[in-house]
C-alpha cells in the first residue's frame, strides 16, 4: 500500500482516490465502451458493397495525402509546387525511368514525397515511375539522389497517384 501512495504523491494525485473507487468508476465507464463498440460492430456489418467500394478508395487515398503547396528543387534548378506523399517500400532511386539505368540514391525512410510521375520501363506489371529526391546519395554526387522510383513500390491501388502532375519532360 506504501508504493501505491509513494507513486500518487509523485504523480501529484491528491485526490484520495482509491484503487477501489477507480475500479468502480472505471467499470461504469466500461459498460458505456462495450456498448459502444458493440454499435460500431453492428454498424460495420450492414455496410452495403457500395459503401464496401468507398471505404476501400478512402484507405487508398489516406496512402497518398496530395500537398498543394509543398514546393522543392532538383538538382537542375527546376522547381515544383505540389507534391504528393506516400508509404513505399524502400528501395534505389534511378538517373532514368529504367530498371536498368544508374542507382543514384536510396530511399530509406517511408513514407517520402514525389513531385511527378513518368511512363519508362517496365516494372513487376506496371510502366510508371514516379520523380523523387533520395534519402542518401549513391550515385552522382551532382544530382544529389534526385531520381526514379518504380510504382510497383508505392503504396497506393491506382497508378498514377491521383493528384499527382505528370513530369513536363514525359
Not at 44 to 62: F, R
Not at 90 to 107: L, P
Not at 139 to 155: D, F, M, Q, V
Request: glycine content about 10%; overall charge positive; proline content about 4%.
Amino acid at each position: 500500500m506504501a508504493v501505491r501512495k509513494l507513486a500518487r504523491d509523485r504523480n501529484g494525485n491528491d485526490s484520495g482516490d482509491t484503487p477501489k473507487s477507480r475500479h468502480r468508476s472505471g467499470h461504469r465507464h466500461g459498460k458505456r465502451a462495450a456498448f459502444a463498440g458493440a454499435l460500431v460492430c453492428a454498424a460495420a456489418m450492414t455496410v452495403s458493397p457500395a459503401s464496401q467500394t468507398t471505404a476501400s478508395a478512402q484507405a487508398t487515398a489516406a496512402a497518398c495525402q496530395t500537398r498543394a503547396d509543398a514546393r522543392h528543387t532538383d538538382w537542375t534548378g527546376m522547381h515544383f509546387l505540389g507534391d504528393v506523399v506516400c508509404s513505399h517500400n524502400t528501395g534505389s532511386i534511378r538517373v532514368q525511368s529504367t530498371t536498368d539505368s544508374m542507382v543514384n540514391g536510396q530511399i530509406d525512410f517511408s513514407p517520402s514525397w514525389f513531385v511527378c510521375w513518368k511512363r519508362g520501363s517496365p516494372y513487376q506489371g506496371g510502366d510508371i515511375w514516379y520523380y523523387t529526391q533520395g534519402d542518401t546519395v549513391s550515385g552522382s554526387r551532382t544530382a544529389k539522389g534526385w531520381g526514379y522510383l518504380p510504382a510497383a513500390e508505392l503504396s497506393s491501388a491506382t497508378h498514377p497517384v491521383p493528384g499527382l502532375k505528370q513530369c513536363t519532360w514525359s
